[in-house]
């Protein structure tokens, strides 16, 4: 019922920043959180960060905390995820996520059970 697709991803420099975009169709009038997650090759998928559906709670991985900002415009159905200082341990294929606990709440307290709908993934590689 919902189709996420993940762009923005690329190469760049430690230090440097990208900004990833997650255009959502579908079912979209529905209360979702949403979320980032990314993957590395060989590791699990490891919680990046989510935001509510109201926009007014945010949650981060302490490994990007401080670094990274997730937000989201309703009237054009996207969800962002603002990369700064990005390190080489950032390099992960990374995947947008739609969850109907409206909270985001699910995202911060199960991770591994959070996400009902999933984009195909971005690539982002960060360079020495």
């Known amino acids: 019922q919902v189709q996420l697709v993940e762009s923005g991803g690329g190469l760049v420099q430690a230090g440097g920043s990208l900004r990833l975009s997650c255009a959502a169709s579908?079912?979209?009038?529905?209360?979702?959180?949403m979320g980032w997650f990314r993957q590395a090759p060989g590791k699990e998928r490891d919680f990046v960060a989510a935001i509510s559906w109201s926009g007014s709670s945010t949650y981060y991985a302490d490994s990007v905390k401080g670094r990274f900002t997730i937000s989201r415009d309703t009237a054009k159905n996207t969800v962002y995820l603002q990369m700064n200082s990005l390190k080489p341990e950032d390099t992960a294929v990374y995947y947008c996520?739609?969850?109907?606990?409206?909270?985001?709440?699910?995202?911060?307290?199960?991770?591994?059970?959070?996400?009902?709908?999933w984009g195909q993934g971005t690539q982002v590689t960060v360079s020495s």
């Open positions: 996520t739609a969850d109907e606990g409206p909270s985001g709440v699910r995202f911060a307290m199960m991770p591994t059970m959070a996400g009902d709908y």
């Open positions: 579908g079912h979209t009038f529905s209360s979702y959180a």
